[in-house]
């Protein structure tokens, strides 16, 4: 695998230097290293100073853990380029494959290797780079379809709206069964417009915040101004569930194969909808139930076999329920400790479109029956998935006189 994925930091905050980390997780391995670069004279286009002597690149690479021999060549390679100075410094790893393939890297290397803890490098890595590269390489632009699918949903929710003033309900005084006031729906969805329509913020401005890990599992830090930072809560049900859940029901072996499934399926084909159970007809409270909306995930394969599926249809439905139980823990978390600022990576987020515009739909979908959801600002933090390895070189190259 080439390098698909590099980022670029001011000189100035670190050591100029060949050296690598390795962040092995429950499902891939990510590698953050830096090697000597190549040199240009200025009849060949370079400028002697221009941006490349300002900055460092740190290149990326992602591997599935049961690719960790191409990982381990790639990095060789990568390397031998760069001398073998680098051998002479520390090597630092972490996540839960840290540990465990920590001896391996030593031997192969020739190099001392150290575990870091995963959770520091996931937060000074994103505060190093919030502080140090510009707002638009920070974060991810919604995607054309991901933002159409929020104008779409938000749509939905204000004819939603109409349909319960235009139904008379309230004033006939009709039992809604707890459904929030339609102006508080209206109330809310214009807060979440306006709140996630920002487009710059300050270093200052982003915390306090979650950092949102999405990669296997879900974890949810809390970071404060300071720096500081404990573990709030998580789940088990993420990307390694979506894996094991999504073999078994398509038969896929890849995540890509996954992904690609999922992003071209219907899960209305396995999920039952309101049109499934109402008419849209009547004077009660099932009267006004969108006839699009989610009532119950799989609802549709209840004495059925999973060969009167279309896999398409079975993969997007399960990653609706991954995406639906992580908005519900975040968002439940964030109205507990008064967080309004959310800010994911990891993979699962980073590599695949459709898992960001499924997160994102559910975040408007709650906004409508969650007056807190509305006011969380949530983005995704682009090169997210690489923040543990990331952090795991700043530790050994950044100058330590610069804040962490």
């Known amino acids: 695998m080439a390098d698909l994925e590099f980022i670029e ?6 050591q100029d230097r060949p050296a690598f980390s390795f962040d092995i997780g429950g499902t891939c391995a990510k590698l953050a290293y830096i090697k000597a670069e190549p040199t240009c004279s200025a009849e060949e286009g370079g400028h002697s100073n221009g941006k490349a002597n300002q900055t460092v690149k740190i290149h990326l690479s ?15 390679k990568s390397m031998s380029e760069s001398g073998d100075e680098w051998r002479k410094g520390m090597v630092t790893t972490t996540g839960i494959g840290g540990h465990q393939f920590k001896t391996r890297l030593s031997e192969e290397f020739g190099v001392q290797t150290k575990n870091v803890n995963e959770m520091s490098c996931f937060v000074q890595a994103f505060r190093f780079l919030c502080q140090n590269i510009p707002h638009e390489q920070l974060l991810m632009a919604p995607s054309e379809q991901g933002a159409e699918l929020m104008s779409r949903m938000r749509q939905q929710l204000h004819d939603f709206v109409e349909t319960l003033n235009s139904a008379d309900l309230i004033k006939k005084e009709v039992d809604l069964g707890g459904f929030p006031d ?34 296997s599992a879900e974890g949810i830090l809390l970071i404060e101004k300071d720096g500081s ?31 690609d499934l999922a992003n071209k399926g219907d899960s209305t084909a396995v999920d039952e909808m309101g049109s499934d159970l109402t008419t849209g007809q009547g004077n009660d409270m099932y009267s006004v139930i969108p006839q699009d909306m989610l009532l119950f995930s799989f609802g549709k394969a209840y004495k059925q076999d999973i060969e009167s599926f ?15 139980d992580f908005v519900q823990v975040v968002a439940l978390n964030a109205e507990v ?10 993979n699962f987020v980073n590599k695949a479109e459709v898992m960001r515009d499924e997160i994102s739909k559910v975040f408007v979908q709650r906004s409508g029956f969650s007056v807190w959801c509305s ?12 923040l543990g390895a990331i952090g795991a070189l700043l530790q050994t190259i950044q100058k330590s006189d610069e804040s962490k």
Do not use: W
Request: aromatic content about 10%; hydrophobic content about 40%; some cysteine.
């Open 9 to 14: 930091i001011p000189k100035a905050l670190v």
């Open 62 to 76: 992602l591997y599935t853990r049961d690719d960790l021999d191409n990982a381990f060549d790639h990095l060789q």
């Open 182 to 215: 339609p102006e508080e729906i209206s109330g809310a969805l214009e807060t979440m417009q306006t709140t996630n329509d920002k487009t710059e913020v300050t270093f200052e401005d982003m915390f306090p915040c979650f950092l949102v890990i999405v990669g």
């Open 229 to 259: 930072f404990k573990i709030v809560d998580g789940t088990n049900k993420c990307g390694r569930t979506f894996l094991g859940l999504g073999s078994l029901l398509t038969g896929a072996k890849s995540f890509e194969e996954l992904i």
């Open 310 to 324: 279309n896999k398409k249809d079975l993969a997007r439905a399960l990653l609706n329920i991954i995406a639906m």
């Open 337 to 346: 400790h008064n967080v309004q600022k959310v800010y994911m990576c990891g």
């Open 375 to 386: 006011k969380i600002e949530y983005k995704f933090v682009q090169h997210g998935g690489f």
